[in-house]
Nanobody, 119 residues
Framework: QVQLVESGGGLVQAGGSLRLSCAAS????????MGWYRQSPGKQRAMVAV???????KYSDSVKGRFTISRDNAKNTVSLQMNSLKPEDTAVYYC?????????????WGQGTQVTVSS
């Protein structure tokens, strides 16, 4: 039983910045990968950024150089700093985590937070 809660979404002007945060809670033995995904109307959910428990990161080509993902293992949180935002970044952003529960690892998702970038 694990819950992920996102915060920090909102409306921002093109070229501006926004920071998303996600906190995991519940019966957590440990967390492997954590990441951010986004989905626009009529589109499939796509990976934005992923970070391993060791701090290794991976970004989609469309956000590399503009977004930075980070995590705090002690607090079970992950953040996404978004700079130089573009209208095409507009989407619902979802937090995801691979959580160790007992002897197995399960995928968990947050409820999503809306990010809107105006031109």
């Amino acid at each position: 039983q694990v819950q992920l809660v996102e915060s920090g979404g909102g409306l921002v002007q093109a070229g501006g910045s926004l920071r998303l945060s996600c906190a995991a809670s519940g019966s957590i033995f440990g967390i492997e990968d954590m990441g951010w995904y986004r989905q626009s109307p009529g589109k499939q959910r796509a990976m934005v950024a992923v970070i391993s428990s060791a701090g290794n990161t991976k970004y989609s080509d469309s956000v590399k150089g503009r977004f930075t993902i980070s995590r705090d293992n002690a607090k079970n949180t992950v953040s996404l700093q978004m700079n130089s935002l573009k209208p095409e970044d507009t989407a619902v952003y979802y937090c995801a985590a691979d959580v160790r529960v007992g002897v197995v690892i399960r995928d968990y998702w947050g409820q999503g937070t809306q990010v809107t970038v105006s031109s």
